[in-house]
């Protein structure tokens, strides 16, 4: 099929990408020229594991190309993707402004029926108000269908070439039939494509999200409780994780969640579902507690040097929110860093691809390390913020002999609690003795 895209952002260039590797012919819009050019040179703005190959494998075949003119685009196209992003607003809603503001110049373009798919994040409702701004722009047939996206920073590429399930939300055969065809090369292992109304699809993402929010505080309080009482979390962890009912997936105990996805979703269905009169009480605890988990390192930090930190150096490993990604959208370390300085202490900080995001953060007010040694220099502490994979067997005779003071405060309990004793540290980590 010939497909459009619009928006290059996280999710629109995997989904250009990966439409193209199955055969498709698709063109990715963006009114950035500068990013445009970009990733006509083979560049791509985000780090995203294997999708910098797959966009030049498939831009060399001359199944992917980029451009920021959006009306030829549509106009080539048979089934249309709206990518943009729906940013949070200052009430907690998804901002819809440029989902809306896409439609608009869609139905402008329309030669012709188009599917036209939201493949944003957008609230119950949006598949009805993208069709009324199409409706007032055109007299050429199309269908809106709405398409959650169900992708891992860090393993985006392999969750759409392999999805879990696809999620149709469609109100007529046409276009539920053309974006099934458009799924099949996808789902030859046997994962549903399932098709519904377009508010059920539309709600799926957020309850998908929200849902895995809500075991990742869940847990975060449980290992709290078991800091109170001497427990351990991850023998906890293990028992419910093996209840069939629960299972394992998003209990890890840490210092919470952050990202694009869950704190912007959990916040917008908390507030549409405000909008209709309904309170979401179980979302409201589950945001408090992840904003307060977020400083459980600091809290640690403050009981260990006290709360004036003048004078000293305290190393971070890790800024992104998690591993496999430069995203650092509402990631734990911006709190922490913020909360060190605020303390009067420095900062030399380590992340393998977060450096460029930190500096749009922080600019030259924290030391980033060329590694995670360096990190070390001088530190009279080191807490460890994102459990990437090289920061879980480091030297440690090494470490302690850069370190100031062996003092290691682990936010995601990567390190096993009685070696770091018997190795002479002082180490704390998030619900175990």
């Not at 809603?93 to 957008?122: F, M, P």
């Not at 030391?367 to 460890?384: E, I």
Request: with cysteine; hydrophobic share 40%.
């Amino acid at each position: 099929m010939k497909i459009a895209v619009i928006g290059t952002g996280y999710v629109g260039l995997v989904v250009g990408a990966c439409f193209a590797e199955t055969g498709n012919a698709v063109t990715c819009v963006d009114k950035d020229a500068a990013k445009i050019r970009s990733l006509n040179r083979g560049r791509i703005p985000i780090y995203e594991p294997g999708l910098e190959e797959l966009v030049r494998r498939n831009s060399a075949e001359k199944r992917l190309t980029f451009t920021t003119g959006l009306p030829d685009a549509v106009k080539r196209a048979d089934v249309v993707f709206i990518a943009v992003g729906t940013p949070t607003g200052e009430d907690g809603s998804a901002d819809l402004r440029h989902v809306l503001a896409v439609a608009k110049e869609i139905g402008q373009a329309l030669n012709g029926y188009k599917v036209i798919v939201d493949k944003s994040t957008v609230p119950a409702g949006t598949a009805e108000r993208v069709r009324e701004v199409i409706r007032k722009e055109t007299q050429e047939p199309f269908s809106v269908v709405s398409n959650p996206e169900f992708l891992k920073q860090g393993a985006a590429v392999e969750d759409f070439l392999k999805p879990d399930r696809v999620v149709i939300g469609a109100d007529d055969e046409r276009a539920a039939g053309i974006m099934t065809d458009l799924y099949r090369p996808f789902t030859r292992t046997g994962a549903p494509i399932m098709v519904m109304d377009c508010i059920s699809a539309e709600l799926c993402k957020y309850a998908a999200n929200a849902m895995l929010a809500t075991r990742i505080s869940f847990m975060n309080e449980i290992a709290n409780v078991c800091e109170r009482f001497g427990g351990d979390a991850d023998k906890v962890r293990q028992a419910i994780g093996s209840d069939k009912r629960i299972g394992p997936a998003f209990l890890f105990p840490g210092i919470g969640y952050g990202g694009s996805c869950f704190p912007k979703d959990v916040k917008a269905i908390v507030k549409f579902s405000a909008d209709q009169k309904y309170r979401f009480r179980i979302l409201e605890a589950v945001e408090s507690v992840n904003d307060t988990q977020k400083l459980r390192l600091l809290d640690k930090l403050d009981k260990q040097l006290g709360k004036n930190l003048k004078g000293k150096t305290i190393a971070v490993w890790g800024l992104a929110f998690k591993p496999r990604t430069d995203d650092m959208r509402e990631a734990p370390a911006i709190p922490i860093i913020e909360g060190i300085r605020a303390r009067g202490g420095k900062v030399r900080a380590f992340d393998p691809e977060a450096r460029k995001s930190g500096e749009s953060i922080f600019g030259k007010k924290i030391y980033y390390a060329k590694n995670a040694y360096d990190a070390l220099k001088g530190a009279d502490a080191l807490l460890v913020v994102t459990e990437w994979n090289e920061f879980r067997e480091p030297d440690f005779t090494k470490m302690k002999r850069t370190m100031k003071s062996p003092l290691i405060l682990d936010g995601r309990n990567i390190f096993n609690p009685r070696q770091m004793r018997d190795l002479g540290f002082t180490y704390s980590s998030i619900g175990r003795p």
